[in-house]
């Protein structure tokens, strides 16, 4: 195949971000729509997605490389037609599924991914706080078995880059529940809401890309409850807007962790590689101890979306 490339969406969309970052921001000022925004943490989100592109531009080429290497032991070639597009993009859909959850259920992952959650705040501003070390946890390893099937690495990429479009407008609280039929086969606002709150009942659920269909499927969909309106941030807030401590708190209380003394190597590994809150004395929690914590102190919650088990 000769040599290929495709334009960069998310960049081309750089003017689109922009335009609609101050549409929310009038329509909450001046509509009574809901959200807010706050300089200090806007400003963040706005250097970590800087960094982001930075981070990209200087490691990528490494995971692409690889990819392109992987792509000389492909069973099939889809070559770059449109449907070969859809079915990357379907695929990749599901890979972003399973990423996701993985990060969310292995510390090594979650290291990277936590700065995303990190803002107490749920705007459009919020979609661009975006990882500077999510190429270091390897997981570009699930684009692997696309390339192996026949789907060329810059395809896999240009696809990617619409599933980011459409993740950047549902970080919002202006748009409340869309047309059933929508909410019933997409990735909206409302569910992703539920992705990002704390409350004990939307812990580690809906982490679909676009389509909301893969959360239905594995038994990790939660519904938005307006009785239950989304609390934003992580269990433990940061309460610093200091864009290096955004970016690396998490891999420095990581290792701490791991290095710590007088502890057995199993542990060590455990520190890596358990959900966030995991502790080898038992003494943090993880999001099924929150989920149980909260059901035992509320009985007549138990077995509800998201607390059953």
Same mark, same amino acid.
């Given at each position: ?96 599924? $399973?990423? !996701?959850?993985? =990060?969310?259920?292995?510390? %090594?992952?979650?290291? @990277?991914? /936590?700065?995303?959650?990190? &803002?107490? +705040? ?46 950047? $407008?549902? !970080?919002?609280? =202006?748009?409340?529940?869309? %047309?059933?039929?929508? @909410?019933? /086969?997409?990735?909206?606002? &409302?569910? +992703? ?117």
């Amino acid at each position: 195949m000769p040599e290929t490339s495709f334009p960069n969406v998310t960049q081309l969309a750089i003017p689109f971000f922009i335009a609609a970052m101050l549409l929310e921001l009038a329509l909450i000022r001046w509509r009574s729509a809901r959200g807010s925004y706050e300089t200090r943490d806007t400003l963040t989100s706005l250097l970590m997605g800087g960094g982001n592109v930075v981070a990209g531009l200087l490691l990528g080429v490494f995971s692409f490389g690889a990819l392109m290497w992987v792509w000389q032991f492909r069973f099939f070639d889809w070559g770059l037609t449109i449907w070969a597009g859809i079915v990357a993009f379907f695929l990749d859909d599901l890979r972003y599924y $399973w990423y !996701h959850r993985i =990060a969310h259920t292995c510390r %090594w992952v979650w290291a @990277e991914h /936590v700065n995303h959650h990190s &803002s107490q +705040h749920y705007n459009l501003s919020t979609a661009l706080r975006q990882s500077w070390t999510g190429l270091f946890t390897g997981m570009f390893v699930l684009q692997i078995p696309l390339v192996l099937l026949g789907f060329h690495p810059a395809l896999i990429l240009f696809v990617y880059g619409f599933n980011l479009l459409w993740q950047f $407008w549902i !970080h919002t609280e =202006a748009v409340g529940t869309m %047309w059933k039929p929508i @909410e019933l /086969v997409m990735n909206t606002p &409302s569910h +992703h809401r539920v992705h990002h709150a704390t409350n004990p009942r939307y812990l580690d659920a809906n982490y679909a890309g676009t389509l909301i269909i893969w959360d239905r499927m594995f038994g990790t969909f939660v519904p938005e409850l307006e009785e239950d309106r989304p609390r934003y941030g992580i269990v433990k807030n940061l309460g610093t807007f200091n864009p290096l401590k955004v970016a690396f708190h998490e891999w420095i209380g990581m290792f701490k962790d791991a290095l710590q003394p007088g502890i057995s190597l199993g542990d060590r590994f455990n520190y890596l590689f358990q959900p966030p809150g995991w502790s080898h004395d038992g003494s943090r929690q993880m999001s099924k101890d929150i989920k149980a914590e909260y059901v035992a102190l509320n009985p007549s919650e138990a077995g509800k979306p998201g607390l059953g088990g």
